[in-house]
């Protein structure tokens, strides 16, 4: 497991734009992933986006595709979720998460074993 910390949510605009960040420490492997997820009231946790370390390879979930980006710092140990053109069905709590995966780039919430907090992005139309 790793250590989680993650910042950047708030309230904005329809349109508007945040940028969540998510820290990591403890032990880091070729093979380790990290992951965006969300949370909304009454529904299931959902994937946003994912990148895996080594490779950089990234994955999105449909509903992301074309105006979130999530990267990595190497020499912070953080990834980044770049939200933009936010629309209120984006309302949710994002958890940011890690986990192994010795292959391809994980998807699926069962597939990381280390969670944040959770942030609460809230848009507003």
């Known amino acids: 497991q790793v250590q989680l910390v993650e910042s950047g949510g708030g309230l904005v605009q329809a349109g508007g734009s945040l940028r969540l960040s998510c820290a990591a420490s403890g032990r880091t492997l070729s093979s380790y992933g990290m992951g965006w997820f969300r949370q909304a009231p009454g529904k299931e946790r959902e994937f946003v986006a994912s990148i895996r370390w080594s490779s950089g390879s990234t994955a999105y979930a449909d509903s992301a595709k074309g105006r979130f980006t999530i990267s990595r710092d190497n020499a912070k140990n953080t990834v980044y979720l770049q939200m933009n053109s936010l629309k209120p069905e984006d309302t949710a709590v994002y958890y940011c998460?890690?986990?192994?995966?010795?292959?391809?780039?994980?998807?699926?919430?069962?597939?990381?074993?280390?969670w944040g907090r959770g942030t609460q992005v809230t848009v507003s139309s």
């Open positions: 998460a890690a986990g192994l995966s010795l292959f391809g780039t994980p998807t699926d919430k069962i597939e990381f074993n280390s």
